[in-house]
């Protein structure tokens, strides 16, 4: 249990991570017949936000050659706050958003619109994708007394995912006809961060599987954030109230599902991939990403890992926080 310190910043992050106001869209459209099957689209805009200097964050660097590339510098190459390398080309590079709230239908796309709006403010087309979560029948009560929620639904939250992704191509030529596909990057925070690195892998997919497909996705990379990216640990852990058993279908179907499901188990993927995860977080603890980055290292692949002091689970999503800042400098050294 995280002691009352810890507990109380997390709570503090969490406050100011929601408390912005939601950000409506440039455009939506649906991939499905579903009310949860929509993208919401915005467009690369100029940025005022006072660029990137002055990241006031401590980084550590995990294993990987990648690690904490974005942080102080960087390479370069197109920095997230030059948004008019966009408008120079006629064409911005794409991040697509996929949000976390341990796949539990109370948290939606709308709390990380903030999130993408801050994106966009940085030159990038975005995806912000929905998808079915929670369960229609919950299986635990809440402290209320009230039904609680259970995490995702088995195999609608992947058949959504899988969908979406497939469909986004088209989706977003229509929508945001100034955005570049080929120049694509997934993001994800906590439960969409496990969304980002699964959908990244599924041509490594067990061969049944049926979102498998015949070839890596055309994306220049993945930069998760706080993932719960290691299932195994993750369940030890208890993350998120047991959510990644239930994200399965219970506990008596997490062995058989966890080859279909769990990031750790679908590598190497050949596909760039980062994590960024606050040395702070009682959320998703580090101890999930450096599982993730271990099993990665012994299928040969390497993933960048960067680590943020004194940086929680929420200020990777806060466009008031600094290691935001840090999140758009290493999706930035992906996509430009």
Same mark, same amino acid.
């Given at each position: 249990?995280?002691?009352?310190?810890?507990?109380?910043?997390?709570?503090?992050?969490?406050?100011?991570?929601?408390?912005?106001?939601?950000?409506?869209?440039?455009?939506?459209? *649906? %991939?499905?017949?579903?009310?949860?099957?929509?993208i919401?689209? %915005?467009?690369?805009? &100029?940025?005022?936000?006072?660029g990137?200097?002055?990241?006031?964050i401590?980084?550590?660097?995990?294993?990987?050659?990648?690690?904490?590339?974005?942080?102080?510098?960087?390479t370069?190459?197109?920095?997230?706050?030059?948004?008019?390398?966009?408008?120079?080309?006629g !064409?911005?590079?794409?991040?697509v958003?996929?949000?976390?709230?341990?796949?539990?239908?109370? %948290?939606?796309?709308?709390?990380?619109?903030?999130?993408?709006?801050?994106?966009?403010?940085?030159?990038?087309?975005?995806?912000n994708?929905? %998808?079915? $979560?929670?369960?229609?029948?919950?299986?635990?009560?809440?402290?209320?007394? &009230?039904?609680?929620?259970?995490?995702?639904?088995?195999? +609608?939250?992947?058949?959504?995912?899988?969908?979406?992704?497939d469909?986004? #191509?088209?989706?977003?030529?229509?929508?945001?006809? /100034?955005a570049d596909? $080929?120049?694509?990057v997934?993001?994800?925070?906590?439960?969409g961060?496990?969304? *980002?690195?699964?959908?990244?892998?599924?041509? @490594?997919l067990p061969?049944?599987?049926?979102?498998?497909?015949? $070839? #890596?996705?055309?994306?220049?990379?993945?930069?998760a954030?706080?993932?719960?990216?290691?299932?195994?640990?993750?369940?030890?852990?208890? @993350?998120?109230?047991?959510a990644?058993? /239930?994200?399965?279908?219970? /506990?008596?179907?997490?062995t058989? $599902?966890?080859?279909?499901?769990?990031?750790?188990?679908?590598?190497?993927?050949?596909?760039? &991939?980062?994590?960024v995860?606050?040395?702070?977080?009682?959320?998703? #603890? +580090? !101890?999930?990403?450096?599982?993730y980055?271990?099993?990665?290292?012994?299928?040969g692949?390497? @993933?960048?890992l960067?680590?943020?002091?004194?940086?929680?689970?929420?200020?990777?999503?806060d466009?008031?926080?600094?290691?935001?800042? @840090?999140v758009? +400098?290493?999706?930035? /050294?992906?996509?430009?």
């Amino acid at each position: 249990m995280p002691d009352d310190d810890a507990a109380a910043r997390d709570a503090a992050e969490e406050a100011s991570a929601f408390s912005h106001p939601p950000i409506a869209p440039d455009a939506t459209a *649906a %991939y499905g017949d579903h009310p949860d099957q929509v993208i919401d689209f %915005y467009a690369p805009r &100029t940025s005022d936000s006072g660029g990137d200097a002055g990241i006031g964050i401590g980084i550590g660097i995990g294993r990987g050659a990648g690690a904490g590339a974005g942080a102080g510098g960087g390479t370069g190459a197109g920095a997230p706050s030059e948004p008019g390398s966009a408008a120079s080309t006629g !064409a911005a590079p794409v991040v697509v958003v996929l949000h976390g709230g341990a796949w539990r239908a109370p %948290y939606d796309r709308h709390h990380v619109t903030p999130f993408a709006d801050f994106l966009a403010r940085h030159g990038f087309a975005v995806a912000n994708i929905e %998808y079915r $979560r929670g369960s229609p029948l919950p299986t635990q009560a809440g402290p209320t007394g &009230t039904p609680a929620p259970t995490a995702g639904r088995w195999p +609608e939250t992947f058949d959504d995912i899988a969908a979406a992704l497939d469909a986004l #191509p088209d989706l977003l030529r229509a929508a945001l006809p /100034q955005a570049d596909p $080929r120049r694509m990057v997934l993001t994800g925070h906590s439960a969409g961060g496990h969304l *980002a690195l699964w959908a990244a892998a599924r041509h @490594v997919l067990p061969p049944d599987a049926p979102w498998r497909t015949s $070839r #890596p996705a055309p994306l220049r990379g993945v930069v998760a954030l706080a993932p719960i990216a290691d299932f195994t640990v993750a369940d030890k852990l208890d @993350v998120c109230g047991g959510a990644t058993a /239930q994200l399965l279908g219970g /506990q008596d179907k997490f062995t058989d $599902r966890r080859p279909y499901a769990d990031p750790a188990l679908l590598l190497p993927t050949g596909i760039a &991939t980062t994590l960024v995860q606050g040395r702070s977080d009682i959320v998703v #603890p +580090e !101890a999930v990403a450096e599982a993730y980055a271990d099993a990665a290292a012994k299928a040969g692949e390497v @993933v960048g890992l960067t680590l943020l002091e004194d940086v929680g689970h929420f200020p990777l999503i806060d466009p008031a926080a600094d290691a935001c800042a @840090v999140v758009v +400098e290493e999706i930035s /050294q992906l996509a430009w």
